[in-house]
């Protein structure tokens, strides 16, 4: 990262505003991929700005692509840009945890259910997968009974943290702040300044005053 760093400083002034305009772009396309819940080609667009950019940039690209990484659930990837970060250990700490958490994968996904479960949703998502995948009750070859195994691990790692209550609040609490991040990062400024200027109350304050 250094060799790169030092590559970019050496540029000419002619190079610069070239190469300025090829990140932009490619942060565009990368950012407009993110809303469309199109990751792979983000984090593309997002690794091509970082052979290009300025490298008063290279920060706010690397946490748009370490964002984009741990959401395709590529831990190892995102923690190689997201460490090189100043003033992040907060995220960093929140990726490591959702990388211990989520090695098999998100629970709620693996077992197919929405985040505000209870016990009881969670209890019947775990039985019709057990029954679907019991690799007792394979009657196929070697390498399906191996590949039920496999889900089978998932499943149990998935319904045993989700009956954690402890575990689960740690899960969630970590999963709201990465998400929390990723708003702010790709949040639109024209949207964010539609919603600041948005105050709570002023169109019930003046309903009330017409009441009157």
């Not at 396309?29 to 667009?45: D, H, P, S, V, W």
């Not at 969630?172 to 929390?180: L, M, T, Y």
């Amino acid at each position: 990262m250094e060799a790169r760093v030092q590559s970019i400083r050496r540029r000419t002034k002619t190079e610069k505003p070239k190469n300025n305009a090829l990140a932009e772009e490619d942060k565009a396309k990368g950012n407009t991929f993110y809303k469309l819940g199109r990751l792979e080609e983000a984090c593309e667009c997002f690794l091509r700005v970082l052979d290009v950019a300025d490298a008063d940039d290279e920060a706010d690209y690397r946490l748009r692509l370490g964002l984009c990484l741990l959401l395709l659930g590529r831990h190892s990837e995102a923690m190689v840009h997201l460490e090189g970060l100043d003033g992040r250990e907060d995220l960093v700490a929140a990726a490591k945890a959702l990388q211990r958490m989520q090695r098999h994968g998100c629970p709620y996904y693996i077992l197919g259910i929405a985040e505000t479960a209870n016990l009881k949703d969670i209890e019947w998502a775990y039985r019709k997968r057990a029954l679907k995948f019991d690799p007792d009750r394979c009657q196929g070859s070697q390498e399906e009974r191996q590949r039920r195994e496999e889900i089978m691990q998932k499943v149990n790692y998935a319904n045993d943290l989700l009956h954690d209550s402890e575990e689960r609040g740690k899960y969630d609490a970590v999963r709201e702040f990465i998400k929390d991040q990723e708003a702010r990062v790709f949040q639109d400024p024209q949207e964010a300044m539609k919603v600041k200027r948005k105050r709570p109350g002023r169109r019930a304050k003046r309903m009330n005053t017409q009441g009157h």
